[in-house]
């Protein structure tokens, strides 16, 4: 029910966050051709921002989700303590109310926010980097 309400937005984000990153990583690369210490400084500091909002967008869900599966052995440790037959039905519907559901962070069902998408976003970055530093003119 959360990751339907925030999917597009989520999206929406990491995308501008993603591109930025990269044109101002690019930025960043660009300018120290230049002797221009003074522009460097906000470049980085904005590329330095987008970089730490898409580790935050990335880890939070993973932490949850590590989380969620940590109160699932949690409520199982609860299960073998003595309690009275009502409540040890319901703690047993509740574990397998747990157990048959799979819990992640999706983004419109294009990719999962946890570590390995942080892995590939910084690929991904490092990549478009690469591929727009063939494209720049020499200097005479």
């Not at 120290?32 to 909002?53: D, M, Q, T, V």
């Not at 599966?69 to 319901?90: F, I, P, Q, T, W």
């Not at 962070?105 to 294009?110: L, N, R, T």
Request: glycine residues 2%; contains cysteine; proline residues 4%.
């Amino acid at each position: 029910m959360v990751t339907s309400c925030y999917q597009l937005p989520l999206l929406v984000v990491i995308a501008y966050c993603f591109g930025n990153t990269v044109f101002r990583t690019y930025s960043i690369i660009a300018v120290f051709r230049n002797r221009h210490s003074l522009i460097r400084i906000p470049a980085i500091i904005w590329c330095i921002g987008y970089g730490c909002r898409l580790i935050l967008i990335s880890l939070v869900p993973s932490i949850t989700v590590a989380q969620a599966k940590k109160s699932r052995m949690l409520v199982e440790r609860l299960n073998s303590r003595h309690l009275d037959d009502a409540s040890k039905e319901e703690i047993s519907i509740f574990i397998s109310h747990l157990s048959s559901r799979n819990i992640s962070f999706s983004v419109c069902g294009f990719f999962k926010l946890n570590i390995p998408f942080l892995r590939s976003i910084a690929v991904a970055i490092v990549t478009y980097v690469i591929f727009l530093m063939q494209f720049t003119l020499p200097d005479n």
